[in-house]
């Protein structure tokens, strides 16, 4: 079956650093969805990647999707304590449902 | 965007009872879709409710276990059938946001259930 994996599982960083989170899919994927989840909360979605190679900015969060449609990265510049939660991705195979991937934990130490 | 409320918020249960889960949103929506999180994991579907048909469910998950109901456009009902500790979960219903070329979602607030 279809399996979405992130890494890592877990990140602590320090206020002000950069922080990213891969996700790979084993299957080619039409499309790939990036969800925030605060403590406490709901995922909220942010952001959804189609073309291959994909890059997209969201003030100091930058997403990518890979050439081959089966990876994603999340990229955040200068993190702020605003930042913590965990960062879900999500992928699709055509017409089928999302299929969340395993999560990253993000701690921003002040 | 969808607004979505879920209730209860929060429940406490004993084994061998049910919870049903309310789920409303302010609009009329096609898809609407349950999942459970379990403490520190990620999401996984249960199931996808249509209204006018049966719901579909996932691998894992059973209709016996997992009855759902679909009345309407704006409501659904996911139960939790002779709980047992393994399904103290998060409960999430969703729904599609057809403003994106796949299947954007958005979650409700969840419903956090300890079953003792």
């Known amino acids: 079956g279809q399996q979405v994996m992130q890494i890592p599982q877990y990140q602590h960083v320090q206020e002000g650093e950069d922080f990213t989170t891969y996700c790979n899919s084993s299957?080619?994927?039409?499309?790939i969805q990036w969800y925030k989840q605060r403590p406490g909360g709901h995922p909220v979605f942010l952001i959804q990647?189609?073309?291959?190679?994909e890059v997209k900015k969201q003030k100091r969060l930058t997403f990518q999707f890979g050439e081959a449609k089966k990876n994603s990265s999340l990229h955040i510049t200068a993190t702020q304590t605003t930042d913590v939660g965990t960062y879900f991705c999500?992928?699709?195979?055509?017409?089928?449902?999302?299929?969340f991937g395993t999560g990253t934990r993000l701690t921003v130490i002040p | 965007s969808a607004v979505i409320s879920q209730k209860p918020s929060r429940d406490i249960c004993q084994r061998g009872t049910s919870l049903t889960i309310q789920c409303q949103v302010d609009?009329?929506?096609?898809?609407m879709f349950w999942y459970r999180q379990q403490p520190g994991q990620s999401l996984t579907l249960i199931a996808t409710?249509?209204?006018?048909?049966?719901?579909?469910?996932e691998s894992g998950f059973v209709i016996d276990k997992f009855p759902i109901s679909r009345p309407n456009l704006t409501f659904s009902t996911l139960t939790v059938s002779n709980m047992s500790p393994e399904d103290s979960s998060i409960y999430l219903c969703?729904?599609?946001?057809?403003?994106?070329?796949?299947?954007?979602?958005?979650f409700g607030p969840g419903t956090r259930l300890l079953v003792l």
């Open positions: 609009s009329q929506v096609t898809m």
């Open positions: 969703s729904v599609e946001n057809l403003a994106g070329v796949g299947e954007t979602q958005y």
């Open positions: 999500a992928g699709q195979t055509g017409a089928n449902n999302l299929f």
């Open positions: 409710a249509n209204q006018g048909s049966e719901a579909t469910y």
């Open positions: 299957t080619t994927l039409s499309n």
């Open positions: 990647l189609v073309k291959s190679g």
